[in-house]
């Protein structure tokens, strides 16, 4: 299967995904059905490189999948999104371990990279302990991927380089993680992101892994920030579904005493701005996505790109996720009443953008740290800058 060939069948499941937007975000979680839908598109098989038979698609291509599946419905397009990582997973573990743990390539990896588990060091491993938030599409997962802290005999670990607490993500059968029901959110509710526990499991060292240490495979995807990269693709998608959804219902409307829609001023011109604002946004994402893999791809590394393109990737990142919510924010107050009525696109849009931009990567975070890079100083979230530690 080829990344056109992924990408063809997630346009070609988008008006079934957006036809169970209602069942999904019902439910709070991806039906099985949905789930398997996703599966037979590929979508979680992207990041496994062709030695593994896998697509090997670049990351403009899988933020292009996101994009369609995100156009259908953002809940699956998220999901999508985090699942697609198992792949990019498997290059920071031994091969041998990696191909016993993902004997399919379209197993589905989810779980919080942030360290806030416990993690003591046993001989041959971790015991691992602790609760985290935010699994996205951990209720249909194969493995579940988690953040710790390590301890040594109850006391923090030093990491090789001197840091005073080592921390390391560690990767776990689902069946031995505990699913805790918080997801009440108001949007994205459909991404099933729950809490979860897991309690004094043992962790093997070999099903552990840093993003300093690539392990097997190299080249453009063998990155410490290659998880984060195709995030742009479901706030895009969302913002050119509410587009195209309120465009169609402008194009064919006539008020009894004022006439077509299409040639009332106001509606001429927030479309316009939008659709501008839409353009622009895309365009800086998959333009500094592209140049990153060019030069990936003839063997550089992100060493190689210029300060400023190498900050233009979080940056070009953060700004669609804030210009979605922009969009989809004008779109809403445009059509006014009819905006309101569940269920209405638009009202499942505007709380999903609103929700999805609270992620750390839509954050002044993102900001700071580009800013201190561009000016010498000091990152406060230097992973996103593919700075590993």
Known sequence: MTGREILDRARAIAPRLRERSADIERERRLPADVVELLRGTGVFRMGFGHRWGGPETSSVEQTEVIEALSYGDAAAGWCAMIGSDTGLYAAFLDESVAREMFPSLDMITAGLLFPTGHAERVPGGYRLTGRWQFGSGITHSDWVISGAFIYRDGRPDPSPSGDPHDSRL???????????????????????SCDYTITDIFVPEEHTLVFGSVRNGSGALAQPEVHMRNMPGVPLGIARAALDHVREIVATRVHPVSGAAADDYRMQVTIADCEADFVATRSGVYASMQRQHEVLAAGGSLDDLTPDERA?????????????????????????????????????????????CQHVVAQDRILQSAGAYLLGGRPGFPLCLGIAS
Do not use: C
Not at 171 to 186: A, F, N, S
Not at 316 to 337: C, E, K, M, N, P
């Open 312 to 356: 233009a990737l979080p940056l070009s990142r953060r700004h669609a996720f804030r210009t979605a919510r922009s969009i989809v924010g004008r779109l809403y107050d445009l059509l006014q009443t009819n905006s309101i009525y569940r269920p209405s696109p638009l009202d499942r849009w505007l709380r999903d953008t609103n929700t999805m």
């Open 170 to 192: 560690m990767m776990v059968p689902r069946g031995q993680v505990e699913v805790v029901d918080t997801w009440y959110t108001t949007g994205l509710a459909g991404s099933g």
